[in-house]
Structures are given as structure tokens and as C-alpha cells.
């Protein structure tokens, strides 16, 4: 198979990854933050947030969930927002809860969402 992209890659980025070095998104992201706790994680409207701030604000979400909500592992979550940074956040709340993240197209009526 032709790979066109594959020239375009910086020379540190390998061609493919292990899709089984990590167990889970969770796992993933907090590698992530002990690597690289004051590097952009995302930018969104010139407004930057590092992947430390990412990791306290996903975790006080999650603590909100359990403590407040009183969701339970396994609870469906639905995330219906355009793409923010509120949105990792978000997900990675709903994701370190033990929640499942659901997303929801910010643009559906009630009458759409009613039928989902």
C-alpha cells in the first residue's frame, strides 16, 4: 500500500506505534503527564493548556462525578460540546470516574437526541 503521508513525518515519529503499549486512554494520558507536565497538551483560540493542568482539572471533574453525581463505574456519561478545551477535560473526567464517555453531536435537536 502506498503511504504518501509517511514522507511528510518528522524523523523522531515512527511509521507505526503499539496499539497494546497501554491498556487504556487513562494509562495513555497519565504517561503523558509525567513525561511532559509543562508542554501544551491542547490549544484552542490562542488559549494553551499544559497536561498538567489538563491532569488537575480532569481529576477534580472525576472526583465531581463520583462524589456529587455518585456515578458509578460502568455509568453512561453523554459529552455533548463542540470541540473546547473543555472537552478533554471532559472526557478524561468521565474516563478516570470509570464512566463510559458518550458523544453527542452538539448540533442535534431535542427531537434527534430524543430518537438516539
Not at 63 to 80: C, S
Not at 88 to 101: D, K, M, S, Y
Request: charged content about 20%.
Amino acid at each position: 500500500m502506498n503511504k504518501p503521508w509517511l514522507s511528510r513525518y518528522p524523523a523522531d515519529v515512527p511509521e507505526s506505534i503499539d496499539p497494546d503499549t497501554y491498556p487504556s486512554l487513562v494509562e495513555m494520558f497519565e504517561n503523558a503527564v509525567r513525561r511532559f507536565p509543562d508542554q501544551p497538551a491542547f490549544i484552542n483560540m490562542g488559549s494553551v493548556m499544559t497536561y498538567r493542568k489538563l491532569e488537575e482539572r480532569s481529576r477534580a471533574f472525576a472526583a465531581y462525578l463520583q462524589n456529587e453525581l455518585k456515578l458509578k463505574k460502568g455509568d453512561r456519561v453523554a459529552l455533548m460540546m463542540p470541540n473546547l478545551l473543555q472537552y478533554p477535560i471532559a472526557l478524561f473526567g468521565v474516563l478516570r470516574a470509570g464512566c463510559i464517555a458518550v458523544n453527542v453531536n452538539p448540533l442535534y435537536t431535542h427531537v434527534s437526541l430524543s430518537i438516539s
